[in-house]
DNA sequence: AATTACAAACAAACAAGTCTGTTTGTTTGT
DNA sequence: ACAAACAAACAGACTTGTTTGTTTGTAATT
């Protein structure tokens, strides 16, 4: 595709050397932290001189915003191509929980925590990221609400099941950093997978997709007369 | 207790000054972040010379570690302290989210996002805080197990529950540093406080207590809660 | 009880290294 | 030829750990 030993355009050249510098960002950010490392090593990582990163970024802080956005940006392509799949060929919740926290494992979260303090601390920082984050946030968006229109659940409640799921999935990575213990991770997940199995379900038979009978199944209807039984108590306080 | 303006002894200088340093670095941690303060800031903030810092802690790295073993074991205490408060006058699974929620976002959390690439990067530094940790997560375990007690449910249902909802704040507050909107935090909190009272009610039915007392009626638990609330809101410092 | 001897706590300046942003010089593309 | 892309040298600003000197508490001795 790209033109072997031939001169680059100029385009070509910018494209590419950037390109490296975001990924080698990106490596370095996951690999030794933001703090431990410089632009030096971005600079040596990618194959380049510090000259080259210093012409394409004028500070390290917008190199790191850069990278990041990179980043953010292809897992919400990501995500955008896995509502396709769903629209098209359907999807399990197991299966969107799973790929989420695949995605989130993929170094994507472990190179978030590295720059939130810097968002926190550093509001320049914080605006510049933000825009791709929202952008993120509606990728997340689009596959909830595909499966929850396959399903035929509420919208909104479904959004409230992805912003959950994303959080658990957030805080679980965060505490690998001092609990290396895969399989409590792999529990913690599997708990949550039936409640959003059940969620589904539930909801589903709420809210009967199409023309289908409202056939409940004893273990909904349980949890229903559990639920409103457990509403009606509290009303009062 | 402590004689006013009289000399004190080696021993009281030396826990004073620690601990005004100790605070002082969790404020700092809190306030600027980890990498954007040093350790002169931590003795300016303490109120003493540089030396004295140097004087009870060889490193960066050591006082960094020490403050957070301070900050985990108060947190601890306080745990262990709802938990007892719950041994004796019961308590609800609405209360005990609150309290998780307040304690880790009154800069428990935000103190620990900040050492977490740390510790992920540095193997010593994560060696000195991992004891500390499952110290806090016995005191966690503790405060569960006592409300699962209290309405039957399994303690290993209640950890799995207990570890879900600690990732959850976690993930929330970690998504709080991008998103400055408290309403759609109370949002997820509120859905999660109704899975849990689902959750403890729905294993309450399956597994009624067995010969004993019969389970504790919803108004004493509404009782029990606000005294919890009381307790906790004044606890803090 | 007072003086002296010693150790711990503290203060302040120093030395060494690192990192960032800038500047100056060279190559490559148009 | 001109400008963009790149390379490399440089200067300034921290930060950390160390060192040197001073004060405060404790204990021994007389």
Known sequence: ?????????????????????????????????????????????????????????????????????????????????????????????????????????????????????????????RTAIIPVVKEFHAGLNSVWAELAGQVGVEVEHALVLMNATMCLIRGMIAQSATRDDPAYFDALLDFWKEQMRREFMLKNDEFPAGAGEPKQSLAALEISAARLRHQGATKGR
């Open 1 to 125: 595709m790209k033109p072997r030993g031939r001169r680059k355009t100029q385009q070509e050249r910018t494209a590419d050397t950037t390109l490296k510098l975001l990924n080698a960002t990106i490596a370095l950010l996951h690999d030794r932290g933001l703090y431990r490392m410089s632009t030096s090593d971005i600079a040596e990582a990618a194959g380049v001189s510090r000259g080259a990163l210093t012409h394409h970024f004028s500070s390290k802080e917008e190199i790191i915003a850069a990278a990041v956005s990179h980043q953010l940006r292809n897992a919400t392509a990501g995500l955008h191509k896995m509502a396709e799949g769903i629209r098209q060929s359907g999807g399990t919740s197991d299966e969107i929980v799973d790929y989420l926290w695949r995605m989130m494992k993929d170094r994507l979260f472990y190179v978030t925590m590295e720059y939130l303090p810097e968002a926190r601390h550093n509001a320049e920082f």
